[in-house]
């Protein structure tokens, strides 16, 4: 299964959940594949630490090979690379890839990323993107499965999902049939507070599937972004890597996943 971790406002948590899912997987001894097509490359960073700009061919590179013919192209498998998590690959991103985007654009190319992901074949892929519509999350979309939406309690971000849904509609009809909404991941979640519950209630009233747990607000995530080590290979035990090995338990098992959802409709 493919997952797009996707959302177009930023600091909604789409590294982190996409990184931590990932590591979750391989730690279950699955060979499993992370995307970075955030030019930031903070997933990047996340599992290989200070050596992340220097790695090469990156996302940058396999974008630029497709911008011009070449009778042989890059063999797939060397733009992943190995991170210290056993069964966990990355293919990198880089800050030059921004520069890439107009021509990308300007020539369409939206299926590279797909062709190239068919081809390395791992059965587990998350895809990290970018805080921004454009290209390289069109990539993404184009080359998914299912989309995962960050939520992290703030009521702009519930105003802006009623577009996210809408430009992921978008992609399905125009581009992708297969790909579908799994749900809303709610991220940075203190539950000791009134206003985060009332905004996740409001998601669930708008007819939205809110997955189930919450992933909890903690330092410890912040510490793990700095030790580079996602949370199942930073602190196995802590409150918040049991959260997202229930979340991605419940997206590997759909019968068992919690979820809310109300039966209303989505308000205008």
Same mark, same amino acid.
């Given at each position: 299964?493919?997952?797009?971790?996707f959302?177009?406002?930023g600091?909604?948590?789409?590294s %982190?959940?996409?990184v931590?899912?990932?590591a979750v997987?391989?730690?279950?001894? #699955?060979r499993?594949?992370?995307? *970075?097509? *955030?030019?930031q490359a903070n997933a990047t960073q996340?599992?290989?630490?200070?050596?992340?700009?220097?790695v090469?061919?990156n996302l940058a590179?396999l974008f630029d090979?497709?911008?011009?013919?070449?009778? $042989?192209?890059t063999?797939?498998?060397l733009?992943?690379? =190995?991170t210290?998590?056993?069964?966990?690959d990355?293919?990198?991103?880089?800050?030059?890839v921004e520069?890439?985007v107009?021509?990308?654009?300007?020539r369409?190319?939206i299926f590279?990323?797909r062709?190239?992901?068919? /081809?390395?074949g791992?059965?587990?892929? $998350?895809?990290? %993107?970018?805080?921004? *519509?454009n290209?390289l %999350?069109?990539?993404?979309?184009?080359a998914?499965d299912r989309?995962?939406v960050?939520? !992290?309690?703030?009521d702009? &971000?519930?105003?802006?999902?009623?577009?996210?849904?809408?430009?992921?509609?978008?992609v399905?009809?125009?581009?992708? =049939?297969r790909l579908?909404? #799994?749900?809303v991941?709610?991220?940075?979640?203190q539950?000791r &507070?009134? $206003? =985060?519950?009332q905004a996740?209630?409001?998601?669930?009233? *708008?007819?939205?599937?809110?997955l189930?747990?919450?992933?909890?607000a903690?330092v410890?995530?912040r510490?793990?972004?700095h030790a580079?080590?996602?949370? /199942?290979f930073?602190? /196995?035990?802590?409150?918040?890597?049991?959260?997202?090995?229930a979340?991605? !338990?419940g997206?590997r098992? =759909?019968?068992?996943?919690q979820?809310?959802? /109300?039966?209303a409709v989505?308000?205008?």
């Open positions: 299964m493919r997952f797009a971790v959302n177009q406002k600091g909604v948590g789409k %982190t959940i996409a931590n899912l990932a997987a391989a730690a279950r001894g #699955e499993t594949l992370l995307v *970075d097509l *955030d030019p996340y599992v290989l630490g200070p050596v992340a700009a220097e090469r061919p590179d090979e497709g911008l011009s013919f070449r009778l $042989f192209k063999d797939p498998k733009f992943v690379h =190995p210290p998590f056993p069964g966990l990355v293919l990198p991103s880089h800050p030059s520069e890439l107009p021509k990308l654009e300007s369409h190319k590279r990323l062709e190239v992901v068919d /081809a390395l791992y059965g587990t892929v $998350f895809l990290d %993107t970018p805080p921004a *519509d290209v %999350t069109l990539s993404a979309l184009v998914a989309v995962l960050p939520f !992290d309690c703030d702009f &971000a519930r105003r802006a999902i009623a577009h996210v849904l809408g430009r992921i509609e978008e399905r009809v125009d581009h992708n =049939p579908k909404v #799994e749900g991941v709610v991220n940075q979640f539950g &507070a009134n $206003f =985060p519950q996740v209630d409001a998601l669930a009233e *708008d007819g939205l599937s809110v189930e747990p919450y992933i909890s903690s410890r995530i510490e793990s972004h580079a080590r996602p949370m /199942a930073f602190e /196995a035990s802590h409150r918040v890597t049991a959260e997202f090995e979340l991605y !338990d997206l098992s =759909p019968r068992r996943a979820r809310r959802r /109300a039966p989505v308000r205008a």
